[in-house]
């Protein structure tokens, strides 16, 4: 929290004077994209959440291509370990509401290719969970190094590493079935 109040400080500080540090500038531009990137994940977030109420087409097509076309925007801010988001989140949304690519089609066209699953839904939030937890770490870090490290795994890994699907042995695999296929470190946090 400290770190968090040391750096508005700095900031403020900066900008009274006119003067701002390249370090400044830098965590300026992440907490902005952060910030960019939390305010288009929420509504998804909060559509997965209601999945049993939140059957407008129209509600889920727009908050997906206000979410890809933020992640697109804001892909030169976030680390290079993040360049899988925009697919992962696309894949998390497809697999869950089949709108994975709604910003690519007519919002009319949407119906057709709208069918929500239960079971993948909750993947999908239990993931988003993930991201915009390690988004949120990402803005507030005041460290530009420190903020490097903070890890998304894609959601493919993020599936395999937590036992919930992987290709080949379907979903919730058994656990001597998956311990053939596990290999090296996880890269949960």
Not at 7 to 16: H, I, N, Q
Not at 101 to 129: G, K, M, Q, S
């Amino acid at each position: 929290m400290t770190d968090v109040v040391s750096a508005a400080g700095a900031v403020s500080a900066a900008l009274v004077t006119g003067k701002m540090t390249e370090s400044q500038l830098r965590w300026s531009r992440r907490h902005a994209s952060g910030t960019a990137l939390i305010h288009a994940l929420l509504p998804i977030s909060r559509l997965l959440q209601q999945r049993d109420i939140a059957t407008d087409t129209t509600t889920w097509a727009t908050a997906v291509i206000n979410c890809m076309a933020t992640a697109q925007a804001e892909r030169s801010a976030m680390p290079r370990q993040w360049a899988h988001l925009e697919g992962s989140l696309r894949a998390a949304l497809g697999e869950a509401t089949g709108l994975g690519h709604a910003d690519r089609i007519p919002v009319d066209d949407c119906r057709e290719f709208f069918n929500p699953d239960r079971h993948w839904i909750d993947f999908a939030a239990d993931y988003l969970t993930l991201v915009l937890a390690g988004v949120g770490y990402w803005r507030e870090e005041s460290s530009t190094r420190r903020a490097g490290r903070i890890r998304i795994p894609s959601f493919d890994r993020w599936l395999q590493e937590t036992g919930r699907y992987f290709p080949g042995l379907g979903t919730w695999p058994s656990p001597e079935a998956l311990k053939k296929h596990r290999g090296g470190r996880s890269t949960l946090p």
